[in-house]
C-alpha cells in the first residue's frame, strides 16, 4: 500500500505564487512516474505536469512557463511550483505516483486525497 500526503494548497491573488508538496510512503520498491492534476468544479481531472525518474518533465499547456514540476528522490517527495497564477487555475489538486511494489514488483498508481488552490482577488 503507498500513501500520499499532499500539502501547500490556499488561497493567493492573481499573479502570485504557491508551492505544492506531495510524499510518498509505503512499500515501494521503485517510483517512476510522479505527477500532478487538478480538478475544477464541473470539469474533468486533467493532467497539469509529470516528471519521470530521469527527470524529463511534461506539462499541460495551459502551465506551460508558469509551473515547474521537481522530484526529491532520496525524500520520494514530488513539488509543484506554481507561479503567476490565475483565476482559471482554481481547482482541486492531485497528486498521482506510479512505480512497483515490494517485493514482486507489481505496478501500483496511488493518488493523493487533494488540496485546494483558489486564485482570487
Known amino acids: 500500500q503507498v500513501q500520499l500526503v499532499e500539502s501547500g494548497g490556499g488561497l493567493v491573488q492573481p499573479g502570485g505564487s504557491l508551492r505544492l508538496s506531495c510524499a510518498a510512503s509505503?512499500?515501494?520498491?521503485?517510483?517512476?512516474?510522479m505527477g500532478w492534476y487538478r480538478q475544477a468544479p464541473g470539469k474533468q481531472r486533467e493532467l497539469v505536469a509529470t516528471i519521470i525518474t530521469g527527470g524529463n518533465t511534461n506539462y499541460a499547456d495551459s502551465v506551460k512557463g508558469r509551473f515547474t514540476i521537481s522530484r526529491d528522490n532520496a525524500k520520494n517527495t514530488v513539488y509543484l511550483q506554481m507561479n503567476s497564477l490565475k483565476p482559471e487555475d482554481t481547482a482541486v489538486y492531485y497528486c498521482n505516483v506510479a512505480g512497483r511494489m515490494f517485493p514482486r514488483a507489481t505496478v501500483f498508481q496511488s493518488w493523493g486525497q487533494g488540496t485546494q488552490v483558489t486564485v482570487s482577488s
Open positions: 509505503g512499500s515501494f520498491s521503485s517510483i517512476n512516474v
